[in-house]
Nanobody, 121 residues
Framework: QVQLVESGGGLVQAGGSLRLSCAAS????????MGWYRQPPGKERELVAI????????RYVDSVKGRFTISRDNAKNTVYLQMNSLKPEDTAVYYC??????????????WGQGTQVTVSS
């Protein structure tokens, strides 16, 4: 069973930056694409960014293109999300999970606790 631990969230002013980390247990980390998802207050969880197993492919939801960067370190079983030029609408709980790169459908049914990102205007 894969365990996912997200960290790095916090309260930041609009225009600021945060770097999220997701540490994953399990020996199959490097075999899976990894996605960052977010759930704004009162809304459904949505994909933010996804990276292929080797890191060679990345894609982003339109609203974060040019501002967010996803990366991974397979030696550390960790995936990152660098978030720059943050906007109030980025406020959400952020989660990571293993997923199919093309469909973004998660491999695991279980989620970590997430990390709260709050952007003040």
């Amino acid at each position: 069973q894969v365990q996912l631990v997200e960290s790095g969230g916090g309260l930041v002013q609009a225009g600021g930056s945060l770097r999220l980390s997701c540490a994953a247990s399990g020996s199959d980390f490097s075999s899976n694409a990894m996605g960052w998802y977010r759930q704004p207050p009162g809304k459904e969880r949505e994909l933010v960014a996804i990276i292929s197993s080797t890191g060679g492919l990345k894609r982003y939801v339109d609203s974060v293109k040019g501002r967010f960067t996803i990366s991974r370190d397979n030696a550390k079983n960790t995936v990152y999300l660098q978030m720059n030029s943050l906007k109030p609408e980025d406020t959400a709980v952020y989660y990571c999970n293993a997923a199919n790169y093309f469909s973004a459908r998660t491999v695991n049914n279980d989620w970590g606790q997430g990390t709260q990102v709050t952007v003040s205007s």
